[in-house]
Structure formats: structure tokens, C-alpha cells
């Protein structure tokens, strides 16, 4: 029983880690509009075999709820080979998986952030893992830089 306990704890740790460095990743801004935005995220990500698992609409969702919000989705994604690794090796930190790279509208700019992969250095200190992390990152950061050019 004390060992669930300890999971437990720790498992809420980690998430309320998680969503205070939520508050520090860092944010783009896109040069195009939103759906040419959207289209470079998916393209550049695909260079990269990533595959879209799904992309969450959450400003259609909020308006039948009464809410005014500007477009704002959620791209999901990994890679299949990062998954099973994850859940073989990782098994703790399959909660973040899919990644994922948020865009957004804000005052009519255009907007993406990513998941804040910094945290991960705070919460575990496998090499291996924070290997895998790291690449994820610099992915990320060259597939928002690129999402953000202007289109030609």
C-alpha cells in the first residue's frame, strides 16, 4: 500500500512540474496565416517522419460553449519507434506522449509553442532519455522556425 502511495506522489509531482514549466516554453510567431501555418507545421514535421497522430480544434469546442476564442489547434504527434521505447523503457513518462505543437490566434498574429521540454532534465537524469528528448526538441524548434517563414 505505501508503494502506491509513493507512485502516486510522485506521479503528481511530476505533473505539477509539468504544468509550471508549461508557463516557460518558449513561443514563435508565424509570418503566414493561420492554415498556411497549420499546412508548414504538418509538412515540416513529416520531413522530419513524424507522424500527425491527430489535430485537437479547441476554439469550436469552446464556442458551443459559449465562448469567444480565435482559432487555436493542437497538432499531436511521434514517431512510432519513440512510442514503443517509451512505453518498453519509459513507462512513466508515456503521459507525454504524443508530443505536440500548439497553434494559435491572437490579436490577428499567429502563433505555435511546444510542449516545454526543459522540464524533463528537471525529473529524470537517464542519459538515454534525455537524449531522445533532446532531439525531439531541436526538431521542434526547426519545425516552428520553418512553419514560421514567410510562404514564398
Not at 69 to 78: E, L, N, Q, S, T
Not at 109 to 119: E, L
Request: hydrophobic share 40%.
Amino acid at each position: 500500500m505505501n508503494y502506491r502511495c509513493q507512485i502516486h506522489g510522485l506521479s503528481v509531482s511530476l505533473i505539477a512540474t509539468l504544468l509550471f514549466a508549461c508557463n516557460l516554453s518558449d513561443v514563435v510567431m508565424s509570418r503566414n496565416d493561420f492554415p498556411d501555418t497549420m499546412m508548414k507545421v504538418q509538412q515540416e514535421l513529416a520531413n522530419k517522419g513524424y507522424k500527425i497522430t491527430r489535430i485537437q480544434t479547441l476554439d469550436k469546442g469552446l464556442g458551443k460553449a459559449g465562448y469567444t476564442i480565435d482559432r487555436y489547434r493542437i497538432i499531436f504527434f511521434g514517431k512510432p519507434l519513440d512510442f514503443d521505447i517509451i512505453q518498453q523503457r519509459y513507462p512513466k513518462f508515456s503521459v507525454f506522449m504524443p508530443l505536440s505543437i500548439t497553434v494559435y490566434e491572437d490579436n490577428e498574429r499567429i502563433y505555435m509553442q511546444a510542449m516545454p521540454f526543459a522540464m524533463f532534465s528537471k525529473v529524470t537524469r537517464d542519459r538515454e532519455y534525455l537524449a531522445m528528448v533532446s532531439r525531439w526538441r531541436s526538431d521542434v524548434d526547426e519545425v516552428m522556425q520553418k512553419a514560421a517563414r514567410s510562404v514564398p
